[in-house]
């Protein structure tokens, strides 16, 4: 029997950005989502309040880093903060989306390597931990001077795809499908992905024009040749840009069927009927780290619930255990 959580001794509170994710992760655990008020003055300055004690106890916050992205961040701020000073024993933040890791270098002049500073600004406002869900690039970790654990999602999506290959209503033959990695620096997740579904993979060789533009090499195109089915494995998908260009260059080489798998379903814009309208990809499978408006879903997206994940890591760190298997940059998958 797995050890429970002391509902007396542990607060879970949300911001605004996804409180159905927090009521879920606080549902798995077995104690109470708290309320918090959040209202603005008239000046626009932020009025927080959490709405239970968190004196002497273990304190979790709730708050993906979705658009308007400052907003959240100033909310998780100042949530960690009233948790410091009203005298929290531990505060953890709970980030399934941790947008600025992709501010992960200086790759220009007299910018800011903002995922190192919002690391530093978070033990600043008060948590002594942070949690994640598949950070963009391995080195965000290091950015970090108080424990962080990034989880990955990747058990979710081997064990939604093998269920599917029980049902028979996929086939994954080595022959002719392969999962393909829309960077390098994706390569090593894509290569742990293929390797729990018995596949082959590869990595595309991409170079960022901007936001929203991106130029893949068409060497990609060789790459695929003799496989009639691809998986594409990226941590998120924002615009949508890389991952439709590089679906484009693997229709042209003469892949058939295209699965699309992110971590990070943000489909900004229009991305969700652009990815529509590429009829060779049958599905695009992500988790719900990012809330999805019903009304921007289309007949095959898969969004697969991320709470249980988070709320085994949540019980084991409270319980002084080990959550190795479940970290995105480890060995082993969540099975």
Do not use: W
Not at 116 to 123: P, T
Not at 286 to 305: A, N, S
Request: net charge negative; proline share 5%.
């Amino acid at each position: 029997m797995q050890p429970k959580i002391n509902p007396e001794d542990v607060r879970v509170f949300s911001g605004r950005s996804h409180r159905q994710l927090a009521q879920d992760i606080a549902d798995h655990l077995g104690v109470p989502l708290e309320p918090t008020l959040v209202s603005r003055f008239s000046n626009d300055n932020l009025y927080i309040q959490l709405g239970a004690s968190v004196r002497s106890r273990v304190v979790y916050i709730v708050q993906s880093l979705i658009p308007p992205v400052s907003d959240h961040l100033m909310e998780l701020f100042m949530m960690l903060d009233i948790a410091h000073h009203a005298g929290a024993r531990e505060i953890h933040a709970i980030i399934p989306y941790f947008s600025y890791a992709r501010s992960d270098k200086k790759d220009a002049p007299r910018i800011s390597i903002t995922a190192r500073l919002i690391a530093d600004m978070l033990q600043t406002a008060g948590a002594t931990h942070m949690m994640t869900v598949t950070l963009h690039s391995p080195q965000v970790h290091g950015f970090f001077s108080i424990p962080t654990d990034p989880l990955t999602a990747r058990g979710l999506f081997c064990n939604y795809l093998l269920e599917c290959k029980y049902k028979h209503a996929l086939k994954l033959d080595p022959a002719e499908t392969v999962v393909v990695a829309p960077d390098y620096g994706r390569a090593g997740s894509a290569a742990r992905l293929a390797e729990r579904l018995g596949l082959s993979s590869i990595s595309a060789e991409k170079r960022r024009l901007s936001d929203t533009e991106v130029e893949i090499s068409s060497l990609i195109e060789q790459q695929v040749q003799g496989f009639r089915k691809a998986i594409i494995y990226d941590d998120e998908i924002a615009t949508g840009g890389s991952v439709l260009h590089l679906s484009r260059l693997l229709v042209h080489s003469g892949i058939e069927e295209i699965k699309l798998i992110c971590t990070h379903g943000l489909f900004l814009n229009n991305a969700l009927e652009r990815i529509r309208a590429i009829p060779q990809i049958t599905e695009v499978i992500t988790t719900d780290t990012v809330p999805i408006p019903i009304e921007k879903c289309i007949p095959c997206l898969t969004i697969l619930p991320i709470a249980a994940t988070i709320g085994e890591a949540i019980r084991r760190n409270y319980n002084r255990q080990s959550i190795g298997d479940l970290f995105d940059f480890g060995e082993y998958l969540n099975e």
